[in-house]
């Protein structure tokens, strides 16, 4: 594992890289979409503080959220299993992952989250749900029924930047007495729901 400076250093490298990229396409679904530095680093934080164990991240993209989730997976010796639908995204986040010694404690799937999560029985004490928010309210019964350990966290990416498109799954989760929420202002700002 490389030291924090050099890890920071490829993170920085890596995120002015894709922010490039993103900046040159005007079709949104061409754009990586990855989070902030600073919500990598607070759900890194996160990981760590709530000591995590298994962790699902839905929406891979090219894996710079994963390589967050995973720095802290390495010292919580938590296993990630990470979802996306485009594969040619996932070989580059599997090069990432390799690249700065962290692939062994991601499992990268290619695949449709619905199925993935209609199909999956265990549960989750980490979720990061950072994919196509038009899916959100379809995911929501699977996400709650995979989130029922004491404590378990789910954590939602660009609930105040594209507030309108999440409207409706805030509006469910509001509403199921089983859990608490609230919206931290970092980045594109993160939504934490915890089972009580």
Known sequence: MMNPDKFEKFMQELYEKFHMHDLKQNDRLHRYRNIEPES?????????????????EIGTSTGYSTLWLAKAARQTQAKITTLELDAERVDQAKQYATEIDLADVIDFKVGDAQVYLEAMLEGFDFILLDAERDAYVSYWPHLSRLLKIKGGLLVVDNVISHAAEVKEFITLIQQDPRFIMMTVPIGAGLLMVEFR
Do not use: D, V
Not at 44 to 53: C, E, F, G, V
């Open 40 to 56: 990598g680093q607070f759900l890194s934080m996160l990981i760590r503080a709530q000591q995590s164990k298994k962790i699902l």
